[in-house]
């Protein structure tokens, strides 16, 4: 019944969404609800059932298979084939052909085995969260992220790949955040008799052992660039003693199956090969620093952060992967980094987009300015006319249980479209006799092409008011 409601209040929602935003001309993808249990959902030409977890919203639906970072000249394909063409050109196999295998179009239908098991994502983990992700059922989900591939390649036998997909999360709403948005994922595996770093480099730079051990091999200078013949150990002194694995404790530095040379020379080659990444894309000077976080799939892990334009601004995760997680694929002889990288992100600084709606508009102002001849052509955003914002905010006392603000979101998303630019939580109050909790949001309309009216603006709101009592059991204070 919920769900039925859902899809009704969706129907109402997008009526009206296309009376505010001039939208009858099938610049909104029409796409079904989830249904109730017992019914079915069409996706990518199979049909899933659907059960207490289904949790998609029409709107989410309506992406699936649009495939932003594939259209041509859109500007997620552009940052996607800036990648491709770099990893290409500075990463080639003996027989000159790329190192790196890559899979954009790979189906963001998973199951929660690949998006989290696979990953080592423990079953306690928020990230799990039902009111986090969106459900097809209790079997298959949309990818949260594009890791949830890794195991199935390296399982294969790729032991460096790109990929590149959709992925979907519940979230926030700003000028950041949107339910669906892009990344890009990478691997490689390195055995003992590898290439990683050249002989030639080693013995230039006199890298001994307890170099390796203590202050590590990003400290010596070396050029990723000049990866070339050799083995994981070539040049380094004693390197023949060296070995990729013990048996130990696990520090902050390093996991309780690596070596401390094995990890720090892994660690490097990451570390220059983003360094290269991102001197790529933004150019060469760059101020970059890392900062120790924790992933549950990697040891040691890092963010990677620029300085650019004035602040510092976090670009990607990456780390050394845990090798728990690549024994369970087969790989049990290597070693390997991971990074993720968000498309959108880059695009947005890259290109000076103000808002992440952008990337799903149809406005030939906007597509026709990243139509370039050179993908690494520069391309600053002119603006189109920001047309002004109409807000309204309402309040609502939670019910006793079971509410999230991620449905909320989610729920003003399915009914506003891309109407809504933000929602902010305001104001939160909880009652001193009855310890109820009432919270009062705002919610910024602003269309991407005409001025709104308040009365237009209107319609969509009260159906908000309306789908949010009825949907989610909250009692109204408008």
Known sequence: MLRSALRRAAQVGATLVRKASGVGRGHEPQAPACGAPGSTVELLGKSYPQDGFSNLSRKVLSRVGRNLHNQRHHPLWLIKERVKAHFYQRYVGRAGTPL??????????????????????????????????????????????????????????????????????????????????????????????????????????????????????????????????????????????????????????????????????????????????????????????????????????????????????????????????????????????????????????LYDIPDIRLFWSEDERFLKQFRVPDINQQVKFQPLSKYPAVTNDISFWLPRENYTENDFYDLVRTVGGDLVEKVDLIDTFEHPKTHRTSHCYRITYRHMERTLSQKEVGHVHQAVQEAAVRLLGVEGRF
């Open 100 to 349: 790196f295998s890559v899979y954009d179009d790979l189906s963001p239908v998973v199951t929660p085995w690949q998006n989290f098991d696979s990953l080592l994502i423990p079953a306690g983990h928020p990230s799990r969260k039902k009111g986090d992700n969106y459900y097809l059922n209790e079997s298959h989900m949309l990818r949260a992220h594009t890791s949830a591939h890794q195991w199935d390649l390296m399982r294969a036998g790729l032991d460096a790949f790109l990929v590149v997909g959709d992925v979907y999360r519940r979230d926030q709403i700003d000028a950041q955040h949107y339910p669906v948005f892009h990344q890009l994922e990478a691997v490689r595996l390195f055995s003992r008799h590898q290439p990683l770093l050249t002989l030639c480099q080693l013995q230039r730079t006199h890298v001994s052992r307890a170099q390796l051990s203590f202050h590590g091999a990003a400290d010596e200078g070396l050029r990723g660039s000049e990866l070339g013949a050799g083995t994981l150990f070539a040049g380094v002194k004693d390197g023949e003693n060296l070995q990729l694995f013990e048996q130990s404790s696990r520090s902050a530095h390093k996991q309780e199956t690596h070596t401390m040379e094995a990890t720090k020379l892994v660690e490097f080659d990451l570390k220059q090969t983003l360094t290269g990444l991102v001197t790529h894309l933004f150019g060469e000077g760059l101020d970059i620093r890392w900062v120790d976080c924790y992933f549950p799939f990697t040891h040691p892990s890092f963010e990677m952060e620029i300085y650019f334009h004035g602040e510092w601004l976090e670009v990607l995760g990456c780390g050394v992967m845990e090798q728990q997680l690549v024994n369970s694929a087969g790989a049990q002889e290597r070693i390997g980094w991971a990074f993720g990288l968000g498309l959108e992100r880059l695009a947005m600084v």
